[in-house]
């Protein structure tokens, strides 16, 4: 009994980076309508950027997420300018498509780079220890920095002047352009944060688990399946939702075999997408 | 009638000059070449039903021709089912179970409905992966002795390229068909505006499952003469995602909507890749390349060459469809 219990902690604690992950996702798809299928490929360049900046700097990995958050910015805004900029307003197929285009151009030159070999980051905490369980303080960490970074965001987005003007735009786009909100400047903004967040959950993943540039195609279903459990644009509840995904696989890995894991998500994604389209936290409205 | 459509022979005489030319110069190796290039206007075709069509994308299409695949090579070896009805077999069931699942992914509009064929494939790849009947992850393979009954390795490959250019051109006749009829009509109604064709009378939930099936048959009736030919087959091969993606590409590129579009698209693009592959220094490059090529696409010429052409030469629409 107290294994379920704890493989569920353990759970818990990769959930909220799940969670995290998918507030990229859920922000950008909230404000301005665009399914971001860059969105893989970045959560894989946060963990080679922690690779990278580890080998270079070995301090503690997690003061590392500083400099990974401002590059996700800056790598946010050009995709921003690559392939959103000029679809906005266009069927959504064309982002889909030009989102997934440079997808396939990250992935390519990750490919050419760093092959398709495993690659980890050689950093761990010390946890603590309870009975016969482990708690590995990279785990606990990760969690922290996933929740923190999400309760910032939260505060940004209801606090701040520019966090009001993204939410504004999210919820009606013309009626914030007469109130003299750019929004162009305000969707470049809001999708360069949504970057940031997936670069950073890569970042944290990568402290956890072996990564290779391909990794990051996983964590993008996890996103999509929490996402679509939280509902769109509710940064706060996708976190709940990504919480609650690792509890479920928690729960679930002492009884069935691992390579079963995939059928029950991706089963239950499209399951959850068809009976509850406006995610689960939202009761239905005819 | 179709027979009145330009584009219905010029299909006809591509075919037999695709079956034609290897066999007659007995060129193995182009035989090789040409049965990808087929396989790529197949997928290319039976996608553009669905994309080009009735506006829905499908990122998962490459599931039809897996588990095509692994139905058909089910019956022809395990169960020892001649390889043409094995083949039709496996379109049928894999039709029936997209069917199925149309009825329920279907009721997702847009996106929603792209993200959702992701998970389908996923779930099916691993669903695939942990079912024993078919080998779990290791797969199956094609006893040697199963060519024998066909008259020998030789003859029998020489028959699978017949069957798959035959699949391909079935393909293109079926776009014809379907572009050119009262059901095309309503399926470019849902493209175009959906609410508004629910409104006309368009049962588009009916539709949209009809046309999800449709394009899953001859994807699936390839994938079983494909991986028969090639005599092997496990998950990660049989459901690549990649492959499913460069469809896309190869749609989006030709020109999507269109009969000729998606094949040119098809042919035009598995040319490129297999220059990439070989080419020593371009190797690493061929996702690069792909995606700005997609990304240039759907940023500046959203028709594809097709679309390009109409521009050019707007009477070229009345001759190539």
Partial sequence: ????????????????????????????????????????????????GMYILFAAFPVNAYFLLLPILAAGLLLGLVIYWISVHWVIGRSQLSSLLSTFAVNMMIIG???????TSPYNVNFTLRGFTVGAYTFTGNHIAAATAAVIIALALELFLYRTRPGKAIRAVADNREAAELMGISSTMVLALAFAIGIALAASSGALVSTLFPFTILSGAGYQMKSFVVTVLAGLGKPLGALAAGVLLGLLEGAVTPFIAVSWIPLIEFGLFVVVLVAFPKGIFTRATA | MILRRPVFWL?????????FIPFHANDVSMREDLILVALAVILASNLNLMIGYTGYVNFGHIVFYGLGGYVGLYLATVRNWNLVLAALAAGLVVSLFALALGMGILRLRGAYFALATIGVLLAVQSFVANFDPWGRSTGMYVDFSAYQRLGGARHALWMTYF???????????????????????????IREDEDAAVVLGVNTTVFKAIIYSVSAFLPAVAGALMFYKNGMIDPSIAFEFMLSLEGIVMLMLGGKGTVVGAALGGGLYEKLRSYLLTSPKLSNFQLVIAGALLLLVVLFAPGGLIGWLYRLVPRARKVIE
Avoid: P
């Fill in chain 1, 1 to 48: 009994m107290s294994g379920i219990l704890a493989s569920m902690i353990d759970g818990l604690l990769i959930g909220s980076v799940y969670g995290l992950a998918a507030m990229g996702l859920s922000l950008i798809w909230g404000v301005m309508d665009v399914i971001n299928l860059t969105h893989g490929s970045v959560i894989a360049l946060g963990m080679f």
């Fill in chain 1, 109 to 115: 030159i990750g490919t050419a780079i760093w092959s």
């Fill in chain 2, 11 to 19: 299909i006809l005489i591509f075919a037999a000059l695709m079956a």
């Fill in chain 2, 163 to 189: 069957l798959v250019i035959g699949v391909m051109a079935l393909s293109m006749i079926l776009s014809l068909g379907i572009k050119i009829s009262k059901f095309g009509l309503g399926l470019f109604a």
